[in-house]
C-alpha cells in the first residue's frame, strides 16, 4: 500500500493578460480550461516526486477569449511502497486531488483580481480530471488508524 506526504507546494508560475479583442457587448465567450501534469521522480532519491499540475486558458484565431490565464502548482511528495503501475496511478491520482484545490482557488483569485467576474471551476474527482486515471471501477482500502 503506497503511503505518500506532500513536503512542499508552490506556485511556479500564475499569470493573466488581457486580450484586445472587438466584440459585441453581450457576445458569449466559451472558456474552456486546458489541465496538464507531470509526474516526475528525483534522480538523487527515488522516493521523492515531483507533480507538476497547470491550469491554462489561451485565447485562438480558431477561439477567441477574452484572457490568457496560466497557473501551474508544483508540489513535492515524498512516496514510501510505490510498486505497481496501480500504486502509481492511484498516488497520480491522489497527488491530483491533493493539489486541485490550490489550483481552483488560484484561477479564482487571479480573475477576482483582474476585476472580472471570477472564474470557479467545478469540484472534480483527482480521477475524472485527467483521461488516463479514468476507469470503470475502483477502490481505496485504507487502514483508519494510519490517516491522519
Known sequence: MIDYTLKALTADELSFKVNPIKVAPDTKFEIKPFFSRRIQSAKENPKINIVILECKIESTAES?????????????????????????????????????????????????????????????????????????????????????
Open 64 to 148: 477567441p477569449k477574452p484572457f490568457n490565464l496560466i497557473a501551474r502548482f508544483v508540489g513535492v511528495f515524498e512516496v514510501n511502497n510505490m510498486n505497481t503501475n496501480e500504486d502509481r496511478r492511484m498516488f497520480a491520482i491522489n497527488a491530483t486531488e491533493t493539489m486541485f484545490p490550490y489550483l481552483r482557488a488560484s484561477v479564482s483569485n487571479l480573475t477576482s483580481a483582474a476585476l472580472i467576474n471570477p472564474l470557479n471551476l467545478p469540484v472534480v474527482s483527482g480521477a475524472t480530471l485527467f483521461p488516463d486515471d479514468r476507469q470503470e471501477q475502483y477502490t481505496i482500502n485504507f487502514d483508519p488508524k494510519t490517516v491522519n
